[in-house]
């Protein structure tokens, strides 16, 4: 119909990088760093991201215990590829990011998804979490903030998934790239270094370098050499200017605090517009989202998220995405401008009456 729909289902920024890292993305090309660079990363991004969360974590991370990879999700990838095998059992706190499955099922491993809840602030129960741990459970899943329901792990909820992790010897992956945008400190599984670890981040959400790819992971020095060689095997190196872009990107904390702030401020805004609304949602910790629920028997959240779509041209992200206990959710992304999304709470209104 040629109507402008306002893409509310995509976690993409809508700001521009910082001016710093698209002068030097330039700069490192016209110095010629287009060349095939070490398979972890070059030593001064790995030895700078070290810094940088030994900083902002306190925690106490060298350069060889970092690998450089093409966005957030190709350190998952190579986290599970190193370390899940055939009939190997990897534990997911659902709702959660689709692609985590994916990845595992990929890897020859099967998934086993402990639902949490919104009657229960999406606080993952212990005992159920316990339940699911058997002798071929190798690995956990962790995302804090969570995507989609914004959920940040508590310190004693992380201490207490950290000891069941040491009890049954299963590595956690912590997926934390929704970290610059919570509202308080983030408790992260850094602070536990007396587990086995990989913690992934990302530079697509926090610098707006979504198209650049690039991200990293860090975990012990074997882990992280394993994945190395799975990395040199797939791609080779990730390019050297947009590794050099990511150097500088790590300078912008000014950036960096301005934009967090602007999302936290949509995210309340969005939250207290559709608080009126026949919905039911938790005010999200941290990330860029909104997960709600339907209090109406009209529709599920499929037959909402494409009302909503063709009937006002607002497009959200069904909850069944998410979890097969989620069909009466949709999630919403609060990365568009004030007056997009004070429009499509409108639309949302308008459907919901």
């Known amino acids: 119909t040629g109507r402008k729909v306002i893409h509310l289902e995509v976690g993409e920024p809508d700001f521009e990088p910082p001016e710093l890292v698209k002068t030097s ?45 093409p966005g957030a999700r190709f350190a998952i990838v190579l986290s599970v590829l190193s370390r899940i095998q055939r009939g190997d059992e990897v534990i997911i706190l659902d709702p959660s990011y689709p692609a985590y499955t994916d990845i595992v099922r ?16 999406w606080i993952p129960n212990m005992d159920l979490v316990e339940s699911r741990i058997n002798e071929s459970t190798k690995m956990m899943i962790l995302n804090s903030p969570s995507n989609p329901t914004g959920k940040v792990l508590t310190r004693s909820t992380l201490q207490s998934l950290v000891d069941l992790a040491i009890e049954h010897d299963i590595q956690i992956l912590s ?10 400190k983030h408790p992260s599984v850094l602070e536990f270094p007396e587990c086995s670890q990989v913690f992934v981040d990302s530079f697509s959400k ?9 991200g990293y992971a860090v975990s012990d020095v074997s882990s992280i050499q394993r994945m190395t060689q799975l990395q040199n095997i ?14 500088n990107a790590l ?18 805004h969005m939250c207290k517009l559709l608080r009126d ?48 206990d989620y069909s009466r959710f949709f999630r919403i992304s609060v990365c568009q401008p004030e007056k997009d999304l004070i ?9 919901l009456q």
């Open 206 to 214: 926090t610098y707006r370098m979504s198209g650049y790819r690039i």
């Open 175 to 184: 997926d934390e790239v929704y970290s610059r945008f919570t509202s308080a």
């Open 25 to 69: 993305l330039k700069e490192a090309l016209d110095l010629g760093y287009s060349k095939y660079s070490e398979s972890a990363g070059i030593a001064d991004l790995r030895e700078k991201i070290a810094n940088h969360l030994n900083e902002i974590q306190n925690t106490n991370v060298s350069s060889d215990q970092v690998i450089v990879t």
């Open 343 to 351: 429009k499509a709470a409108g639309c949302i209104k308008e459907v």
């Open 277 to 324: 609304l026949p919905l039911s949602f938790c005010q999200p910790d941290g990330g860029f989202y909104i997960f709600s629920k339907l209090e109406t028997e009209k529709f599920d959240g499929v037959q909402f998220s494409e009302k909503l779509l063709e009937e006002q041209g607002v497009s959200v992200v069904p909850g069944i995405a998410y979890g097969s």
């Open 234 to 247: 797939f791609l080779t190196s990730i390019p050297e200017f947009i590794q050099y872009a990511g150097l």
């Open 106 to 121: 990929e890897s020859g491993g099967r998934t086993i998804r402990v639902p949490t809840f919104l009657e229960n602030d």
């Open 251 to 268: 300078d912008c904390k000014e950036d960096v605090e301005r934009y967090a702030a602007t999302i936290r401020q949509r995210r309340d």
